[in-house]
């Protein structure tokens, strides 16, 4: 099924701090990923998603991008992110986009591929 339940979403302060205190980072094109695994598996994957202020200044528009990048994260979920499950890996994910310029759904969902297939081999 294709969904992205609440508690795949992170949202405690200390748990993104201790993301961005502790995870390994890569850049895909517009996306600066910040990503952390451990072997507990409570919660099995969970995400962020971010658009800074400082790059996109319309909140209609940075909303619209973080529609766009969850709605393509939750539809390659089961392609990619399951394979995650499968290796009994908790993985947190921090997708930040560093563009200044709006991008395209396909476009994200092309970046977006290219960031999970990446993962997958890295983890």
């Known amino acids: 099924m294709q969904t992205l339940q609440k508690t795949e979403i992170i949202n405690h302060k200390k ?3 201790q993301l961005f205190k502790s995870g390994n ?5 517009e996306f600066q990923v910040v990503y952390s695994t451990s072997s507990s598996y409570d919660n099995w994957f969970n995400i962020l998603i971010s658009v800074p202020k400082k790059k996109i200044k319309l909140a209609c528009t940075r909303n619209l991008l973080k529609r766009r990048i969850r709605e393509v994260i939750r539809k390659k979920k089961e392609k990619y992110i399951l394979k995650l499950k499968d290796k009994k890996k908790q993985v947190k994910i921090a997708f ?5 310029k709006v991008i395209t759904y396909k476009d994200i969902e092309v970046k977006i591929n290219l960031i999970l297939q990446r993962l997958i ?3």
Do not use: A, V
């Open 25 to 29: 980072r890569f850049l895909i094109d």
């Open 96 to 100: 930040i986009y560093t563009s200044e």
């Open 121 to 123: 081999k890295g983890i």
């Open 15 to 17: 748990k993104i701090d």
